[in-house]
């Protein structure tokens, strides 16, 4: 329950504090003193949107600070508890909020700063306000399953969460499918591709190196007849087939020395050092042969290591400037290849994780559309009631659900209210046929219900009375004041019916000096009540007749 509202620096309000009581509060004023700034006000402290405008000429920011009377709420309680912002001692909940003209708007709960989001889901437990904007709403067939839902609350909105977080995770799945379905050509042709790169450079099987053997190896055959003659030449040079060959001369020059050494074995280093090299040299000379021997100068061989070389120099226009980048490229494709393969196991476990996943919402959306129906048998029950009190004697109210083609956040259905407002009359959507004070008693029919149901301890109804006078402005008199038996309510109102009705009246007045204006607030007590009756009856030319006509509706509030 709201207990005291402090609004400071707020459009005309200076400042302005005001202290509610249990039951019916009603606000009364002339039009224009700002009873409806109040309400903004209200509204800006329950998270609404703080304009910069908002804030008093000349100052730089406002302030609306409200003081609660806990009530337990269990929503209230979980949402405190989480964020470590449990009432004081007194269990009081202190919340406020300053707008200020840089931007940089404040929020606090219990004197702790808080984000908007965290502040507004605390807030939005607390207070509920109706105006004239949310006559739209109810017009709205769009808005008219988050009514049905919140009437039969409890496990409705257990199953909602599940089917949100299920409708969530179909989303996500059909959109995987379809970015699946999207790509499905485009990894096909990169398979393709990708095997017929990797059969290609397996089919060379080229090894790290062989270019360069293969190089080498053709030059040599490209020039066999060649080296095979002057590896000859030299063998025969060395060795044997001319006369006066090199190791022959030397085994001549051998046997000399060592004729001297018999003589002088001074020259025995040099005789070994000349053994040695004649044996060096018989030694090469067998090598040339045997080279000249090993020479190939078929040209079918050639022909191979010109074909491979070929081969290997397409893989390199293609796949990289070396045998090293070719065989690292063929192992990226190869793994990118290993992820396409698995492509087609990823999209058939995606379809079964989404059929599951399907499978499941219309288990849990056929639960909620049978809570639904079950819901509104009672409320077409309920609200039907309600509004014959509101002087509605020949209504019939109806909920009426279809089933959307599609699967959405709420389920499948569609949910209208119909209403005949008149006997014989066919039930019709309510946009097509009510008027604005039958939208305003349904609203409050709505009201009346739901103040049972869910725990938001205050109610503010902004002008309820509009477009309805004479017997059916008594019945929504006696309505507001039936809620404030178990809700406190806050009215502003221009009926003297409802003024009358109020536990509590405060009266909200416009002053001028000379150059500033202020809205002020005060609160009546029982003869300036009758005044302020009398004038809502005949206006500041109030008579005898009227005072006591205030006094009646005072004394028997209807």
Do not use: W
């Not at 290591?305 to 690292?328: H, M, N, P, T, W």
């Amino acid at each position: 329950m709201l207990i005291k509202l402090f609004i400071g620096n707020f459009a005309l309000i200076d400042k302005l504090e005001i202290e509610f009581g249990a039951g019916l509060n009603v606000l009364t004023g002339e039009t224009g003193a700002g009873k409806s700034i109040i309400i903004d006000a209200v509204g800006v402290l329950m998270g609404g949107q703080a304009l910069a405008e908002y804030i008093r000429t000349g100052e730089d920011k406002a302030i609306v600070e409200g003081v609660f009377a806990f009530n337990g709420s269990h929503k209230v309680m979980e949402v405190l508890d989480e964020f470590g912002l449990l009432p004081d001692e007194d269990e009081f909940l202190i919340i406020s909020r300053e707008i200020v003209r840089t931007g940089k708007n404040v929020c606090r709960i219990n004197g702790r700063q808080v984000n908007l989001s965290v502040f507004k889901e605390i807030t939005g437990n607390l207070v509920d306000i109706y105006g004239q904007h949310h006559q739209q709403s109810l017009l709205d067939p769009q808005k008219h399953v988050l009514l049905l839902d919140e009437y039969q609350g409890g496990q409705v909105i257990t199953v909602l969460e599940e089917l949100a977080n299920l409708f969530r995770e179909v989303s996500d799945l059909k959109t995987k499918a379809e970015k699946m379905a999207e790509n499905e050509k485009e990894q096909a042709r990169l398979a393709d591709m990708y095997r017929f790169q990797v059969s290609e450079i397996d089919k060379c099987n080229p090894a790290t190196g062989e270019d360069s053997g293969l190089e080498a190896e053709k030059k040599i055959l490209a020039n066999a007849e060649k080296l095979a003659g002057l590896s000859h030449e030299a063998y025969e040079l060395l060795y044997e087939g001319r006369p006066n060959s090199v190791t022959e001369l030397l085994h001549e020059a051998v046997n000399r020395i060592k004729e001297i050494c018999l003589l002088d074995e001074g020259m025995r280093s040099a005789s070994d050092t000349l053994e040695s090299a004649m044996y060096q040299i018989e030694e090469t000379a067998r090598d040339i042969k045997n080279y000249a021997d090993r020479i190939d100068t078929d040209s079918g061989r050639l022909e191979e290591v010109e074909a491979r070389l070929d081969l290997i120099r397409q893989l390199k226009r293609k796949y990289g400037d070396s045998i090293e980048e070719i065989l690292k490229y063929r192992e990226q494709i190869a793994s990118s290849l290993s992820v396409i393969d698995n492509f087609d196991e990823e999209q058939s476990r995606n379809k079964e994780s989404l059929s599951r996943a399907m499978s499941r919402y219309d288990i849990i959306a056929s639960q909620l559309t049978g809570l639904r129906e079950k819901a509104a048998s009672g409320l077409r029950t309920r609200i039907t009631s309600e509004l014959k009190e509101l002087n509605m004697p020949h209504v019939t109210f109806d909920v009426k659900i279809s089933r959307k083609s599609t699967p959405g956040v709420k389920g499948y259905d569609d949910i209208e209210f119909l209403i005949s407002p008149n006997k014989g009359e066919p039930l019709k959507p309510l946009a097509k046929i009510v008027s604005g004070g039958e939208v305003s008693r349904i609203m409050l029919a709505f009201k009346t219900i739901l103040a049972k149901i869910d725990s938001i301890g205050t109610l503010i109804f902004d002008e309820v009375d509009t477009g309805i006078g004479g017997e059916t402005i008594h019945a929504v008199a006696r309505k507001l004041a039936f809620i404030g038996n178990d809700r406190q309510v806050i009215c502003v109102t221009h009926s003297p019916v409802i003024a009358g009705c109020g536990e509590r009246h405060f009266k909200i007045s416009k002053l001028t000096d000379k150059s500033r204006t202020y809205t002020q607030v005060k609160a009546l007590q029982k003869l300036e009540r009758v005044q302020e009756i009398a004038r809502m009856l005949a206006g500041e030319k109030a008579t005898e007749i009227t005072r006591k006509l205030a006094e009646e509706i005072l004394e028997k509030p209807d």
